[in-house]
């Protein structure tokens, strides 16, 4: 079995973090390249077993949610239904942790997954260059959501 792995820090505090990606259903918030997203079966964002079915890069993904746990500030999940690339067994976590020095929260994204023993470096490989670019898309909507913020703060004052 093959793990990817990504981490970062964001300047933002875990929790603020958290609030954008707890909802399955939000990734075309904070994933660049991601469209339209619907979780079947009229199901809550955040209920274990919802199947996101979102457009990401014009190509249509399904996703069930495996786990979500508010306390540890994670997100498993796997593909649901036909897998869009040569791996088995694929499942993914998403964790942000608190950084206490600085109010600031630590992210980490993996994934673990079956695949041919010769491509193996390059899908570990791009799982990472893909985690780090998601977590990129989310910096960068978490500094414009507080550039926002600090904005109407002043038009408030």
Same mark, same amino acid.
């Given at each position: ?25 939000? *990734? ?27 457009? *990401? ?19 498993? *999940? ?80």
């Amino acid at each position: 079995m093959a793990k990817a792995y990504y981490s970062t820090i964001l300047a933002q505090p875990a929790d603020a973090v958290w609030s954008v990606i707890r909802d399955f259903n939000n *990734y075309p918030v904070w994933v660049d390249g991601a469209g339209k997203s619907v979780i079947e079966e009229g199901r809550a964002g955040d209920a274990v077993g919802a199947v996101r079915n979102v457009l *990401y890069n014009g190509a249509r993904r399904r996703q069930r949610l495996l786990a979500l746990s508010d306390i540890e500030r994670t997100q498993t *999940y796997a593909f649901a239904g036909d897998i869009p690339l040569p791996v088995l067994n694929f499942e993914a976590t998403i964790r942000v942790t608190p950084v206490i020095d600085g109010d600031i929260a630590f992210v980490e994204w993996w994934a673990t997954f079956d695949c041919a023993m010769a491509d193996r470096e390059a899908r570990v490989t791009f799982f990472q260059t893909s985690f780090a670019g998601w977590l990129e898309s989310l910096r960068r909507h978490l500094l414009h959501v507080s550039a926002q913020s600090a904005t109407r703060s002043l038009a408030e004052a």
